[in-house]
């Protein structure tokens, strides 16, 4: 969405950009690490950080400055009024018990995909199974590089032609793994690829040790919504096994949702 200038309140902006700078790899930071972070000056940053502290959406020690339980009001109520996560939610739920597996729903926000949906089951297998996993941030609201991810591709892949090359566009694709594709004619190609097979299968790409695989989920008028994925391990099910006996049920899903979403 655009707005015209005298719209825009930059102090806002600001102070959002400053709530933002504070993720995974970084829980806490002091005024000069976020105004590294947000292009901010010192002082500015820290203004915003003591706001933001007496507003109570953060805490505070020894100039040190972390997110408070407060900003959780903004993801409940999210997810207590979204429509996307309340009618995945279910199908989730059952994929997880048919399949034994883990399944998400996720939507990407710039470079990023986030989780809105995901299953109860946390693991492929029961706790003594050798192929049993839990990928490191596969929670409600993670973040996770759109590049590294299957979801991130699927999702990518949906952007128009110009559209994903503006979003690759002077990027650098971060190694996560050292099987990441960090390439970009090499991961252009892979969008492309995924733009024609409307599925994708990264194999720990992101993650050592699991295999992701998604689909796209689209509206009743074709428009693509989020994605829906499912992971596994390398020692339970291999990209081939996957492919095969998980695929279906995924594009299977995804068109008995699409008159749903």
Known sequence: MTISQVDFIAGMAKGMAVLESFGTDR?????????????????????????????????????????????????????????????????????????????????????????????????????????????????????????????????????????????LKGRQLARMTPLTTTDLKAFRQMVEQVRQQDFCLASEEHELGVHALAVPLRSSQGLTLAALNVVAAPARMSTAQMQRDLLPLLLETAAELRPLL
């Open 27 to 167: 829980q806490r930071l002091n005024a000069t690490l976020a105004a590294e972070r947000t292009g901010l000056t010192r002082a500015a940053a820290r203004r915003h950080l003591l706001t933001l502290a007496h507003l109570g959406y953060l805490e505070t020690e020894a100039g040190y400055f972390w997110l408070s339980s407060k900003v959780l009001r903004f993801s409940g109520s999210y997810l207590a009024s979204a429509r996307l996560p309340r009618v995945l939610q279910p199908t989730l739920n059952r994929l997880a018990l048919r399949a034994q597996a883990s399944f998400s729903a996720v939507v990407l926000d710039g470079d990023e995909v986030v989780i809105v949906a995901r299953s109860g089951n946390d693991r492929t297998g029961p706790a003594s199974e050798p192929g049993r996993v839990i990928a490191y941030g596969l929670h409600m609201g993670a973040r996770l590089p759109a590049h590294a991810t299957s979801t991130g591709r699927v999702l990518l892949a949906a952007k128009s032609k110009p559209e994903f090359t503006q979003w």
